[in-house]
């Protein structure tokens, strides 16, 4: 009898989780404010089971929240109580930095798709400024991916109360879609009390964004009134109006030019979703901050580009989202031979979920620069298909070279396991994936890899193993290395107190063989690492290496690596503040030997933030080498002011110098939210010096010294 009952515990245990309905407002119109406050209150699904992590303690500041639909948008409202004697932290009025997170905010995290693989995130902090983010692959957040949505915050003597306003548009859910079951979660972080409270996934070590540990939520099939208001074309349009400026010197000729573009996104009833680009330019795009390598191997850089950005989800393949070797890397397409940016003349894609395979389509012709006819022309498809809620198959092709060249093709297969239930709270994942390439002049080439995480409190690790052939090449991807056998992972005790304090002792290791056995390297690092709960880091690292190089480099100008086997060890220390204080820092320093020498690397940063308006950053970074035959030094400073007086405007300057390069760069951004659905957006960059760089760009002997380019750019919103 008792093995019957633990029998059907298991199976109750194991049933899904029962879906809340999502209700549909009847009212026809919001109230004069905006926000249709009595229909809202009366009809709107309460949620206030919120908890602290570990599930076993209420939390100590009471939270509500309000959901419900009113014609082609999600209203949310969330109430916050707090102590009187204990005010919000707020420091950031900029949209979209990271530091956001660690002051007192809410965010939502919605999945319309219903499926644990793509999803939304949206945050507000207790001062009104808004960040969003893409989840992809089921956990993993994209930062720069930039929605359309509103919020307002409404402070108080015993809280404040935050409420959202998001277009379903913008999640990707078509407003005529009969019925649909989303996955949702909400969290609140309290940073004066170090409290983090959430509806669901409060299991000691999940993530926010796990879309796995999740409440479901259960739309209502529209009525003849909800029908009436869900009418429309899906249809948002972004015509923009730029003018840019250019010149370099010594020439100082300047070449203007007044230029019209359009982008064109669409949202089917059948969920598809559509995205047109005409005469698109990326001038206004953050410049990236300057990082100087001393390793043989490409920086991988984040995507910063709506265009790419939207649906990225849809193209992630092989959990290889930040590591070679990925397939396709958006950041390949709009780049000539000599890695300078260009417009994207045309652009399609389609992405979505049709008869149960999710796919993304992209298909694109960048601008030819100075040169005559068509530029390149690239595409990318990947499709694939859900085998229950633990399991995915998928394929992947890419067609075309950045720089034009003909001939580059890839194919690729990849599988997926994840399971955030494990055990009743543990979470694994799963990956394998094998990749083929062809391209003109180098053939054929083969790349095949796995992975192994179990990310969670107590005993966790990782590990990824791969092996890339020595003729693969991924035209639009990014690939470190070639005609390699490469493993890297780690084996660590996640300890967390009632504080919420993480101590994590492990150990990493990052094996590495050429596949002709020329070069070796083995890497062990044991580590230890606390991080309270405020947000601060310390992290204290030793690295033993044997690495066997075949042939010299030079990691520095002038300073040449000598080939060989080298056997030597380092230390490195880390340590960094949270970003919700006034003023703090962060550093990161390196010592000890380094191949058949010695190696010092400092890195400095330090912030202030005055107010919620203001922000400065400052950054300094120094490499020496110091090895038998030479000596060599490099270095980096930086500057960064950023300046937010409204949600509507945010101006910021960098400025920044290495001393590889010799460049002094100056980049100005400018952002203004004239109205909901247009925005003026100005960006001036200015690079000074580094004639040895402008020489090989102009062909002459150094003759161009500095170059200057401006945009302004006026965006138009509209919603059919």
Do not use: C
């Not at 109230?31 to 209420?58: N, T």
């Not at 979209?96 to 999945?111: G, R, S």
């Not at 290791?509 to 596949?515: A, D, E, P, Q």
């Not at 690295?543 to 690596?561: M, N, T």
């Amino acid at each position: 009898m008792k093995f019957l009952l633990a029998v059907v515990f298991l199976l109750a245990m194991a049933q899904p989780a029962q879906a809340l309905l999502l209700p549909r407002l009847q009212a026809a119109a919001a109230e004069a404010a905006g926000w249709p406050h009595e229909a809202f209150a009366r009809e709107a699904l309460l949620l206030k089971d919120f908890r602290l992590e570990g599930g076993a303690a209420a939390p100590v500041r009471r939270s509500e929240l309000r959901l419900a639909l009113q014609g082609q948008v999600l209203l949310a409202e969330f109430r916050a109580w707090h102590a009187p004697d204990e005010p919000p932290v707020a420091r950031q009025m900029r949209r979209d930095v990271e530091a956001l997170l660690q002051d007192d905010h809410i965010a939502l995290v919605i999945d319309v798709e219903g499926r644990a693989r793509n999803g939304h995130v949206f945050v507000l902090n207790s001062a009104g400024t808004q960040f969003d983010a893409l989840i992809v692959d089921g956990v993993q957040m994209r930062r720069d991916w930039d929605g359309l949505w509103q919020a307002s915050v409404e402070p108080g003597s015993e809280g404040w109360t935050a409420r959202f306003l998001i277009p379903l548009a913008t999640l990707g859910h078509s407003p005529a879609a009969t019925s649909a079951q989303w996955r949702f979660n909400a969290q609140r972080w309290s940073q004066g009390g170090l409290e983090r409270q959430r509806l669901a996934g409060w299991q000691g070590g999940k993530e926010l964004s796990s879309l796995g540990d999740t409440l479901l939520l259960q739309l209502p099939a529209l009525d003849g009134q909800a029908q009436a208001q869900a009418e429309g074309l899906g249809l948002r349009l972004k015509p923009s109006l730029r003018w840019t400026a250019a010149s370099a010197r010594p020439e100082g000729q300047v070449r203007q030019r007044l230029e019209p573009g359009l982008e064109l996104f669409h949202q089917a009833d059948s969920g598809l979703r559509s995205t047109l680009a005409l005469n698109l330019d990326f001038g206004e795009a953050e410049a990236d901050e300057r990082e100087l390598t001393l390793d043989r191997f490409e920086l991988l850089r984040e995507e910063k580009r709506e265009f790419f950005l939207q649906d990225a989800g849809f193209f992630s393949f092989g959990g290889l989202q930040d590591m070679s070797p990925m397939p396709y890397y958006s950041r390949r397409v709009g780049l000539d031979a000599e890695g300078r940016a260009r417009s994207l003349r045309a652009g399609l894609k389609f992405s979505g979920t049709v008869v149960g395979l999710d796919f993304g389509v992209l298909a694109a012709e960048v601008d030819a620069g100075e040169s005559q006819g068509a530029g390149p022309r690239v595409g990318v498809m990947r499709v694939a298909r859900a085998l229950g809620p633990l399991h995915r198959i998928g394929l992947i092709a890419t067609q075309g070279h950045p720089a034009g060249k003909a001939g580059s093709a890839l194919s690729g297969l990849d599988y997926r396991f994840r399971d955030t239930a494990l055990a009743g709270d543990k979470t694994l994942e799963f990956n394998l994936w094998q990749q083929r390439s062809s391209n003109a002049g180098l053939g054929a080439g083969e790349a095949t890899g796995g992975s192994l995480a179990y990310p969670n409190l107590g005993l966790g690790g990782e590990i990824s193993v791969q092996r890339v052939s020595e003729h693969f090449e991924p035209a639009l991807g990014y690939l470190a290395e070639a005609g390699v056998w490469h493993s890297e992972g780690a084996l660590a005790w996640w300890h967390r107190n009632a504080a919420g304090d993480d101590w994590v002792p492990g150990v990493d290791w990052n094996l590495r063989r050429k596949l002709d056995g020329s070069e070796a390297t083995v890497s062990w690092n044991p580590e230890l690492r606390w991080s309270p709960a405020s947000g601060d880091m310390l992290m204290l690292e030793w690295f033993l290496v044997r690495d066997r190089l075949a042939h010299s480099y030079e990691p520095l100008p002038g300073v040449a690596l000598r080939p060989g086997q080298h056997d030597y060890q380092y230390l490195k220390l880390m340590a960094e503040s949270s970003r919700a204080r006034v003023w703090g820092g962060g550093a990161e320093l390196r010592v000890g030997p380094y191949f058949d020498g010695r190696r010092q690397d400092m890195d400095l940063h330090l912030f202030w933030q005055p107010s919620t308006t203001w922000a400065w950053q400052g950054r300094v970074g120094a490499k020496r080498l110091q090895m038998p035959a030479a000596a060599g030094r490099a270095y980096t400073a930086s500057l960064r002011l950023d300046h937010a007086p409204s949600m509507a405007w945010a101006n910021s300057l960098l400025v920044q110098w290495d001393s590889v390069s010799e460049q002094l760069g100056l980049s100005a951004r400018l952002r203004w939210r004239i109205q909901p659905g247009r925005e003026l957006l100005f960006s001036f960059d200015h690079l000074q010096g580094g004639q040895a760089m402008f020489a090989r760009e102009s062909g002459g002997p150094g003759g161009v010294t500095s170059q200057q380019g401006a945009q302004l750019k006026l965006v138009w919103g509209l919603q059919l």
